[in-house]
């Protein structure tokens, strides 16, 4: 055993050194660690913008699509609405045509209808005993 005042200094000293050195392998230890996270911040900074300008490029690129494949269903309704036209207008100049043809004879037809007249008892007059 070793007593204060008896040549212990030199042990007091190196356990003082080796306190001294574990100080600073900590704060070596803790610059690392906090320039590491500065790099990984960084890094995620950096993936976050480059996500940005990849998911702006895919919405670019979904509406540029869209808008093509919009303007070819348009041009292809308006296609398809004049060639409706054209056929309704067909059918239409058919129907005049028929009507002008037969007019005369559907007119006769209905005044033949109308105009002669065929007195009958009715079926069910009949069964009930009326008749």
């Known amino acids: 055993l070793r007593f204060p005042g008896e040549n212990g200094s030199s042990g007091i000293n190196a356990e003082y050194g080796g306190i001294q050195r574990l100080l600073q392998a900590e704060q070596r230890a803790n ?3 906090a320039e590491a996270k500065k790099k990984k911040q960084k890094r995620l900074k950096e993936a976050k913008e ?3 300008k990849e998911i702006q490029a895919f919405k670019n690129k ?3 699509d869209f808008q093509e494949k919009m303007a070819k269903s348009q041009g292809y309704g308006e296609d398809y609405s004049a060639q409706i036209d054209k056929q309704s207008e067909a059918d239409s ?3 005049d045509a028929s009507l002008a043809a ?3 004879k559907v007119v006769a037809w ?3 209808l109308v105009s002669d007249i065929k007195p009958e008892v009715h079926q069910n007059y009949a069964t009930v005993g009326f008749a």
């Open 31 to 33: 610059a690392k660690v």
């Open 50 to 52: 480059e996500a940005k």
């Open 62 to 64: 979904m509406d540029f």
């Open 93 to 95: 100049k058919k129907l």
């Open 102 to 104: 037969n007019e005369d």
């Open 110 to 112: 209905l005044i033949d």
